[in-house]
């Protein structure tokens, strides 16, 4: 059965600085990992899909890495700006969790001006 | 192109009542899940349904129902409302309902049992 964790569960940093989340989950046999964004009481926005074959994926300044043998997944954000402050949530797929989406409770970020 | 979509936005009612909650696919995707996100909790995935037919469930009870059209939309119904249903519920579409296809995830409708 397929758990997630992500660590920490919130933080709060000034803007410009450089930030790392952290998603663990327990079967590594993964097909991808998906990380979204959600905003206070919104939908999910999907930010990247990494890969199990892939190492890191890129959109802006985002950057997610993937370590499958370890079970572990980062997201890293460059120059945090006010606006990114959300809910991080990442989402592995695997074989024990065909067909759906398993979630942690997330990071919420808050990034101060 | 239009993304996903989902009514109504926000819905009040009373314990023992029966709701249904609408959602749109994102143009082109045939795949509809249903997602149950609590307060302060990640989402629970509820069910999914592909070519009109529920292909998977997650651990909910029978008083979650649901509904695929031949136009790919898609209901999801409570009956017998509980207090513990308030909840963001949270639909995601994607193109085939196999494993690791990218979800694309609705606005939400936020139900309030009183």
């Known amino acids: 059965k397929q758990e997630v964790t992500q660590i920490p569960a919130a933080l709060s940093v000034p803007e410009g600085e450089n930030l790392v989340l952290n998603c663990s989950f327990t079967?590594?046999?993964?097909?991808?990992l998906q990380w979204f964004r959600q905003d206070p009481g919104k939908g999910l926005t999907s930010l990247l899909l990494?890969?199990?074959?892939?190492r890191e994926q890129t959109s802006g300044r985002l950057n997610a890495s993937l370590d499958k043998s370890s079970g572990r997944s980062t997201l890293y954000i460059a120059a945090s700006q006010p606006g990114d402050s959300a809910t991080y949530l990442c989402?592995?797929?695997?074989?024990?969790?065909?067909?759906?989406?398993?979630f942690g409770q997330g990071t919420t970020l808050q990034v101060k001006p | 192109d239009a993304g996903v979509t989902q009514s109504p936005t926000h819905l009040i009612k009373t314990r023992g009542q029966q709701v249904t909650l609408r959602c749109s696919p994102k143009?082109?995707?045939?795949?509809v899940s249903w997602y149950q996100q609590a307060l302060g909790q990640g989402p629970q995935f509820i069910f999914q349904?592909?070519?009109?037919?529920?292909?998977q469930r997650g651990n909910f009870p029978d008083r979650f129902s649901g509904h695929q059209f031949p136009n790919y939309s898609s209901e999801l119904n409570v009956n017998a409302l509980l207090l513990g249903d308030s909840a963001l519920y949270l639909c995601?579409?994607?193109?085939?309902?196999?494993?690791?296809?990218?979800?694309?995830f609705g606005p939400g409708t936020r139900l309030t049992v009183t």
């Open positions: 995601a579409s994607s193109l085939a309902a196999g494993a690791g296809i990218e979800q694309y």
């Open positions: 079967d590594s046999a993964i097909y991808n």
């Open positions: 990494i890969q199990s074959s892939q």
């Open positions: 989402a592995p797929w695997g074989s024990s969790n065909t067909g759906k989406l398993i």
């Open positions: 143009s082109g995707h045939d795949t």
């Open positions: 349904y592909y070519e009109e037919e529920e292909r």
